[in-house]
């Protein structure tokens, strides 16, 4: 983990050093819909009930670069999903690194990878402590549009790595272990502000 973050580390450091010399730094929140299996059948279900797999980040963002640019941000995030009608809770912290591009106006894509730490973890009512791995690599793809200082954007999060939380079941009709998968599948809303 330290050999991946030590790299990350230096990437950001080469690209920002021959990064165009304009840069700024604000502040980034908004909403998370966390999806679980197909996102059409989850759509349908947050129709019915809008609250739930709905969550929140809040974060800071440098940006190095105009019409090509680097983008680290470094996000907390707490996102909810609804598991056989229980709640599933997670905290933790985003550090995506994303690479974007200017399209036409104040429109802009981008994509990078994104390194998550699980801070807690929670399944209805219960802390689940028996994570496979509180470190995750995924990637964030998206677009968004740029008005003065003002910033909205719409990304796509997708975990790369293989990771569950394990917790013991006692429902009264079934004992035994249960999983659940805690990587990133979701949707970001954010709106940000240069500061």
């Known amino acids: 983990m330290k050999k991946t973050l030590l790299t990350v580390a230096l990437a950001a450091a080469s690209a920002i050093s021959f990064a ?6 604000g502040v980034k929140a908004g909403l998370n819909y966390n999806a679980n299996g197909d996102y059409f059948e989850s759509a349908s279900t947050v129709a ?5 797999n709905v969550g929140y980040h809040i ?16 996000v907390y995030t707490s996102i ?5 009608n229980d709640d599933f809770k997670m905290q933790k912290l985003d550090l995506p690194i994303l690479l974007g591009a200017k399209i ?20 209805d009512g219960i802390t689940i402590s028996d994570i496979k791995n509180d470190f995750t690599v995924g990637l964030n793809i998206g677009a968004g549009i740029n008005l003065g200082k003002l910033g909205i954007d719409l990304r796509y999060e997708r975990g790369f790595s293989d990771n569950e939380a394990r917790f013991i079941n006692t429902n009264l009709t079934t004992v ?3 999983r659940i998968d805690t990587r990133p599948d979701q949707l970001i809303l954010s709106f940000s502000l240069k500061l």
């Open 48 to 52: 019915r009930n809008p609250d739930r």
């Open 104 to 123: 036409i106006g104040p429109l802009h894509v981008f994509a990078g990878p994104a390194f998550q730490y699980i801070l807690d973890t929670e399944y």
């Open 176 to 178: 035994g272990e249960s």
């Open 80 to 84: 909810s999903s609804d598991y056989d």
């Open 59 to 74: 974060g800071l963002f440098g940006q190095f670069g105009s019409s090509i640019y680097l983008r680290p941000e470094l």
């Open 20 to 25: 165009q010399t304009d840069s700024s730094f």
